[in-house]
């Protein structure tokens, strides 16, 4: 017996759930690259991604996923030897901080924990000790996808400046940008990037980048600057170069019309769409986890992302049960723990493209899951996820 016909249900964050609109939008020949159509798309979007990073720097598109966006940064910034300090929130700082050690970067990271934000205290004692100035950039994410960390990226910005620090802020939005507030100016971050397959809702394979004035300088002078990333050949005259070869057409497409729709929400609105509804799912983990099996895992509510909720599960539970009956009984993907976690924690996704009946529709699942399996959990996850919103979206 299964539940699971049409169409399967991604709660796994990245590639998150695409609209209609966006699929659609790619159903079309591509432009003749050398058209003021071509130009006039990238200047739209070139333009509006620098909305979204709030910053008065210029953006710049890759084709690359995320992974591709940080080395771009590395690049165009930094030079073999060149010190980074990783602050640790779980698995993608470091992951960042290893493609900079693998440019050839000396690499420190400054431990955190899996099961919670990087203190902005600790990073302001860490560089008041660098009396030297060493350490050239420092590399952190405002959500961490694998803990579900967030990272309260003003607060480390305030830091930086207490400890009167030069180095380059660079901050990765990949799982956070367009569903939670993001000031890059105004919190004082030399570089972003992010990504378009997650809280932007389209397919994977571009990577953004934008650039504040003091990052612009540090290029002049960056020795790993290599002729893809480079933003000096990217600013070049001919449209061409702003891909440094041809232009991902359909993928812009499909951009264009995921920013249409999140201005035409209004990014306000899409904010509060998603601290609602992350709030909603942890409602729902709160009550499961009277059970005994489940918990948070990141333990300080206040430090809990709006775009995924990682639940740790004791030992001895199988979640590859949990996963199998989710995606097979019930078309319902569901993230898995990776790095640390791996097999002992399931994620929930609530980024992007999402709404109460998507976001009720997977908690129930859950909780159908964990019914039928007899996984212990408090009852009425639903229930309370429900009141919630109810609750919170009056009539
Ligand atoms: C997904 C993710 C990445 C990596 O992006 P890819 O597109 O998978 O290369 C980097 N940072 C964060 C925070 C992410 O969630």
């Not at 790619?26 to 909305?51: F, G, N, Q, T, W």
């Not at 983990?285 to 009277?290: K, L, R, T």
Request: aromatic share 8%; net charge negative.
């Amino acid at each position: 017996m299964a539940v699971s016909a049409g169409r399967e249900f991604l709660a796994i964050p990245g590639p998150t759930n695409m609209p209609d609109e966006v699929l659609q939008a790619m159903h079309r020949p591509a432009l003749d690259i050398y058209s003021k159509a071509m130009v006039d798309l990238s200047e739209s979007l070139l333009h509006d991604l620098s909305r979204l990073f709030a910053t008065r720097g210029k953006s710049y598109i890759y084709i690359a996923n995320g992974h591709g966006a940080w080395e771009a940064v590395i690049s165009n910034v930094l030079s073999r030897g060149d010190k980074v300090l990783v602050l640790e929130s779980g698995r993608f700082a470091r992951g960042w901080g290893n493609a900079a050690q693998a440019m050839g970067c000396e690499v420190e990271v400054l431990p955190g924990d899996w099961r919670r934000a990087v203190k902005p205290a600790e990073v302001e004692e860490r560089l008041r000790r660098d009396r030297n100035h060493d350490i050239k950039a420092i590399l952190v994410v405002q959500v961490d996808t694998a803990s579900s960390a967030y990272n309260d990226i003003e607060a480390i910005g305030r830091a930086i400046k207490a400890a009167n620090h030069p180095a380059l802020f660079m901050v990765d939005a990949v799982a956070s940008l367009g569903c939670m507030p993001f000031e890059m100016d105004e919190w004082g971050i030399d570089v972003a990037m992010s990504g378009s397959q997650k809280g932007l809702m389209s397919p994977p394979g571009l990577g953004f980048v934008a650039v504040g004035d003091r990052a612009r300088e540090a290029h002049q002078t960056a020795g790993l600057r290599t002729p893809y990333w480079d933003w000096t050949n990217r600013d070049g005259p001919e449209h061409y170069q702003k891909y440094a070869g041809t232009a991902p057409v359909h993928l812009l497409f499909a951009l264009r019309k995921a920013l249409d729709m999140l201005f035409e929400e209004s990014l306000e609105n899409t904010f509060i769409r998603h601290r609602l509804l992350a709030e909603a799912v942890r409602r729902a983990v709160g009550v499961w986890s009277e059970g005994q099996v489940f918990s948070f895992n990141i333990e300080d509510a206040t430090e809990r992302a709006d775009t995924v909720t990682t639940v740790r599960a004791a030992e001895g539970h199988d979640l590859f049960a949990l996963h199998r009956y989710c995606k097979e009984k019930c078309g319902l993907v569901l993230g898995v723990g990776i790095g640390e976690l791996q097999d002992r924690a399931f994620r929930i996704a609530h980024m992007g493209h999402i709404n109460a009946p998507m976001i009720l529709g997977t908690l129930g699942v859950i909780e159908m899951a964990l019914t039928a399996l007899s996984i212990p959990h408090g009852k009425g996850g639903v229930t309370a996820a429900v009141g919630y919103l109810a609750e919170s979206v009056p009539a």
